[in-house]
Nanobody, 118 residues
Framework: QVQLVESGGGLVQPGGSLRLSCAASGIIFRLKAMGWYRQAPGKERELVAVIGSGCNTNYGDSVKGRFTISRDNAKNTVYLQMNTLNTEDTGVYYC????????????WGQGTQVTVSS
């Protein structure tokens, strides 16, 4: 079993920045990929970013150029640096982990709330 613990969410003003972190535990081998999804109120869950060994680093269209995903393989930790936030970035952000593939998460974190508001 894999446990994912997110941190770093909160309230930020439009134009501001936040950094999310997610630490994976309960595994004995390195995960293939880790990433972030988000769900805004009344909307479907969508990909934010994913990064992995031998995988393309992918971003959702709405965050390209503003968000940066990075990963510390030794710590099984993934980060999401979010800059120039706007109100449409508001939502619950979920950390994900893939065991063997670049796509299709096997595990999900419990989510962390990000609210962009003045």
């Amino acid at each position: 079993q894999v446990q994912l613990v997110e941190s770093g969410g909160g309230l930020v003003q439009p134009g501001g920045s936040l950094r999310l972190s997610c630490a994976a535990s309960g595994i004995i081998f390195r995960l293939k990929a880790m990433g972030w999804y988000r769900q805004a109120p009344g909307k479907e869950r969508e990909l934010v970013a994913v990064i992995g060994s031998g995988c393309n680093t992918n971003y959702g269209d709405s965050v390209k150029g503003r968000f940066t995903i990075s990963r510390d393989n030794a710590k099984n930790t993934v980060y999401l640096q979010m800059n120039t936030l706007n109100t449409e970035d508001t939502g619950v952000y979920y950390c994900t982990a893939n065991l063997l593939s670049c796509n299709g998460p096997n595990y999900w974190g419990q989510g962390t709330q990000v609210t962009v508001s003045s």
